[in-house]
């Protein structure tokens, strides 16, 4: 189900410390990136040439809740980018290797939505600017920013043998839920879509 939500859900809780689903909010940093702690959405995480797209840390939020960033600024291939920081995070985080094949589909889940959320930043939004990933026992919440005006939706009706326009509809059909969120008077969103986690 696609909803807009003037601000970021809280059906699991308040968010984890530094974590916003609102794009902008705050000063850009122009420090190198710690792997040690997480850095907020609005922060300046950035993967470039010289510094490998590596696992940004996680947060001390209560609960068990892991929070990973990646800034795309200046960067090319951002599709693969993407695929293999999230796939660094859920090795972190035990998801892989996969001990079963359900944890193993669960995983390649999570890549594919980030494969379909990024791509459709590049084809419909100008691009992705931000990939936050957050994870707790139950939940994986995958968060593209982006400075887009438009509304990502999918295609009604679904016809599976044409070509393209499958992204969202893949989105939400693996999905527990996913939305967009925006901030009055600042560019762009952010697409959100939660995954449950492996049993």
């Known amino acids: 189900m ?13 968010e984890p410390s530094g974590v916003s689903g609102v794009p902008g909010g705050g000063a850009s940093t122009a420090s190198a990136p710690r792997r040690d702690m997480a850095v ?7 993967a470039t040439a010289s510094t490998p797209p590596e696992a940004s840390g996680s947060s ?3 609960g068990g809740r892991q929070v990973r960033r990646l800034t795309f600024e200046d960067q090319g291939a951002v599709v693969p980018l993407a695929r293999d920081f999230t796939r660094q995070a859920l090795q ?17 889940d999570v ?14 939004a100008e691009g992705p600017d931000q990939l936050g990933i957050v994870c707790d026992n139950k939940v994986i919440r995958l968060e593209v920013t982006d400075r887009g005006a438009g509304q990502p939706t999918p295609r009604t009706p679904h ?12 989105v939400q059909r693996l999905c527990l839920d996913w939305g967009v969120v925006r901030a009055p008077g600042v560019p762009g969103k952010t697409v959100w879509a939660e995954l449950g986690a492996p049993a």
């Open 2 to 14: 696609s909803t807009t939500r003037p601000c970021s859900p809280g059906d699991r809780g308040p």
């Open 40 to 46: 907020p959405l609005s922060g300046a995480q950035s």
């Open 60 to 62: 001390g939020a209560p």
């Open 92 to 108: 972190a985080w035990g998801w892989l290797p996969a001990a079963t094949a359900d944890r193993r589909a669960a995983a390649e």
């Open 111 to 124: 890549l594919l939505v980030v494969s379909e959320l990024v791509t459709n930043a590049c084809l419909h």
């Open 159 to 170: 016809q599976a043998g044409r070509p393209g326009g499958h992204g969202m509809f893949i």
